[in-house]
């Protein structure tokens, strides 16, 4: 089974910073690789698929990168609605099976 | 507008069944499939597995093949999803989400999802 891991797993960040969080999966995955945004009590968001392309209507602030087995979720200048618990996923294992990362939550410092 | 929208929240006793339904609106619910995830309380998100909205194929992860079926009514253009043999450590909230059908070598994600269904486990 393919295994993700998130790094850091929490961190504190201002208004206008920059952020990146890591996803590493335990094999290469190509770029079948998904992240999602989700606030409390909320469902989950889609933010950018096959690890670069921007979900429509998400703010160009966020961006994705990476391929095989590092990937990397960037927040170019930290806004308030964007404290939230961020999740990669991936696609790649089997036709249909998907598989999520353990979760990096955002909050302020 | 894409819409899914979720069945109210349920208790329910160990070793019962719950069923939990998402109503599609907004686009051809044939063309596309619904995947369910859940998230226990404070805890990340877990894949439960999918089904087409056009032929009703099914796909479930390994840790559920036992215990959950999932159906569709597509003349309602509703899904369902039932959890048998509850236990309390399936207390979660249940999300249904959009995706394309799988396909061999496709790239696929989750873009709509439902407002998620409290299921409480408890005697």
């Known amino acids: 089974d393919i295994q993700l891991t998130q790094s850091p797993s929490s961190l504190s960040a201002s208004v206008g910073d920059g952020v990146t969080i890591t996803c590493r999966a335990s094999q290469s995955i190509s770029i079948y690789l998904n992240w999602y945004q989700q606030k409390p009590g909320r469902a989950p968001n889609l933010l950018i698929y096959?690890?670069?392309s921007l979900q429509s209507g998400v703010p160009s602030r966020f961006s994705g990168s990476g391929s095989g087995t590092d990937f990397n979720l960037t927040i170019s200048s930290l806004q308030p609605e964007d404290f939230a618990t961020y999740y990669c996923?991936?696609?790649?294992?089997?036709?249909?099976?998907?598989?999520f990362g353990p979760g990096t939550k955002v909050d302020s410092k | 507008q894409v819409q899914l929208v979720q069945s109210g929240a349920e208790v329910k006793k160990p070793g019962a069944s719950v069923k939990v339904s998402c109503k599609a609106s907004g686009y051809t619910f044939s063309r596309y499939g619904i995947t369910w995830v859940r998230q226990a309380p404070g805890q990340g998100l877990e894949w439960m597995g999918w089904?087409?909205?056009?032929?009703?194929?099914?796909k479930y992860a390994e840790k559920f093949q036992d215990r959950v079926s999932m159906t569709t009514d597509t003349a309602t253009s509703t899904a369902y999803m039932e959890l048998r043999s509850l236990r309390s450590d399936d207390t979660a909230v249940y999300f249904c989400a959009r995706l394309l059908v799988p396909a061999a070598g496709e790239i696929n994600w989750f873009d709509y999802w439902g407002q998620g269904t409290l299921v409480t486990a408890s005697s």
């Open positions: 089904i087409s909205g056009y032929k009703g194929n099914t």
């Open positions: 096959a690890a670069s």
């Open positions: 996923q991936q696609t790649y294992s089997s036709p249909g099976e998907f598989t």
